[in-house]
């Protein structure tokens, strides 16, 4: 096939595409995020080595929470500051997590504008064409790009809890990789979209670690996220679409390892496509980082409180000008944290902070991590059962007790 014959089907494919996706707006479904994640700017050991960049072929395994027809995903190059050159990408069925492979079969080449490559400018996001691709929900797909050269900045999310693959060469549509590198971080990808109908809407949680799944197992899909789509199913709650949006270390009112909540909000909540429902918990490093760099006298820690609740209610205020319902999680029990090691003066804030999410009227639900998995003994602490070790962070058996804890009602239509 010579290069004009590889142009005009390519063209062909581009306005078959376009023109399908339009057909199924205009049959009333719309695009949702069935899988998505946060982006921040990769540091220290995040932070992927020029030369595995180069002349290379970059696999990562993600699970969707919806089923669907037609799929298309969303690149990102947020916090880059050149423009990103993805030479090629692909879209397959992984053999599973933890698993480099793919099945050949289903492999199909992402496409932008009818084209194979694609020119990411610095800081923007970009969508592939559609894709007709059917799949069940709870799929483990496989996106791979090829990359001749590195970025001069890094987009990506460090806390992935997946393992993401790295060979030599263009090998995107192939299955059996040889000379691996595996890493356990997400780079440059951002969603996975189904066109579904418009009763399917979509649930953000966003927060930090905890959101982010600090607890959960490599290769697992055990985060609380995770175990909240797994009991939408059990409990044969309508079809909804599950993004995590949690960054390790992340805060409210400052940046940390990666932008703060009120920061990144509009980018990792509003701009979800078919979002309906945002899950706020965050709070537990503005709080014991404040105790940790020794900051909490009287005036400080009453002037934190007060920051967080404008906080609170400047993104929940956010939200509803944008018709998206919002719940409230309390902030889980860290007495024992080695790390934040907090007084009863923090202790004292922490039950404040979560009295205030109860009763305030701030949210239109309330999740109640904090009722969930704290000892009832020694309601200060979480459970030791729920205890990923450190008295910070959840175990899977934690994480589903936080998923038992979201009012399902809650994640109806119209925040009732």
């Not at 078959?16 to 995020?33: K, L």
């Not at 993401?164 to 595996?182: M, P």
């Not at 059962?385 to 804890?405: I, N, T, V, W």
Request: hydrophobic share 40%.
């Amino acid at each position: 096939m010579n290069h004009s014959q590889r142009g005009r089907r390519a063209v062909i494919a581009f306005a078959w595409a376009f023109a399908s996706a339009f057909a199924f707006a205009q049959d009333g479904s719309h695009w949702v995020a069935s899988w998505g994640t946060a982006q921040m700017v990769p540091e220290g050991a995040n932070v992927l080595a020029p030369e595995l960049w180069r002349d290379s072929s970059l696999r990562q395994i993600v699970r969707v929470s919806l089923g669907g027809q037609r799929v298309r995903v969303r690149l990102s190059n947020a916090f880059g500051t050149t423009p990103l050159i993805v030479e090629a990408a692909s879209l397959a069925k992984s053999e599973g997590p933890g698993k480099a492979g793919i099945d050949e079969k289903t492999a199909q080449a992402l496409t932008f504008n009818g084209r194979a490559a694609v020119m990411i400018p610095a800081g923007a996001e970009y969508y592939s064409d559609p894709l007709a691709f059917e799949h069940a929900a709870g799929t483990d797909f496989a996106i791979s790009m090829y990359f001749k050269g590195e970025p001069v900045r890094q987009t990506g999310h460090p806390g992935s809890r997946t393992n993401s693959f790295i060979t030599r060469g263009n090998r995107i549509k192939e299955s059996g990789w040889s000379e691996v590198v595996k890493v356990t971080r997400w780079y440059n990808i951002a969603d996975i979209e189904v066109m579904a109908p418009r009763s399917v809407g979509v649930v953000v949680a966003i927060g930090d670690s905890i959101t982010d799944g600090h607890g959960a197992t490599t290769d697992g899909n055990d985060r609380w996220t995770d175990a909240l789509v797994a009991r939408l199913a059990r409990e044969k709650a309508p079809a909804m679409g599950v993004v995590n949006a949690g960054i390790g270390g992340g805060r409210m009112l400052r940046d940390g390892l990666g932008p703060s909540v009120t920061a990144r909000f509009d980018r990792d909540v509003i701009s979800r496509s078919g979002v309906t429902h945002v899950i706020i918990h965050i709070g537990v490093n503005d709080l014991g980082g404040q105790h940790r760099n020794a900051e909490d006298l009287p005036e400080a820690r009453a002037k934190l409180l007060d920051d967080l609740k404008t906080a609170y209610r400047q993104v929940a205020d956010r939200a509803r000008a944008q018709k998206v319902c919002v719940i409230g999680a309390t902030i889980t029990p860290y007495v024992g944290s080695d790390y934040y090691r907090p007084n009863a003066d923090n202790e004292a804030d922490r039950q404040a902070l979560n009295a205030w999410i109860r009763n305030s009227g701030t949210f239109d639900a309330v999740a109640d991590f904090d009722a969930a998995i704290r000892d009832p003994a020694q309601p200060e602490r979480m459970h030791k059962d729920y205890d990923k070790g450190d008295g910070l962070h959840q175990s899977p058996a934690g994480f589903r007790a936080m998923a038992e804890a979201i009012p399902l009602a809650a994640l109806r239509p119209g925040c009732k």
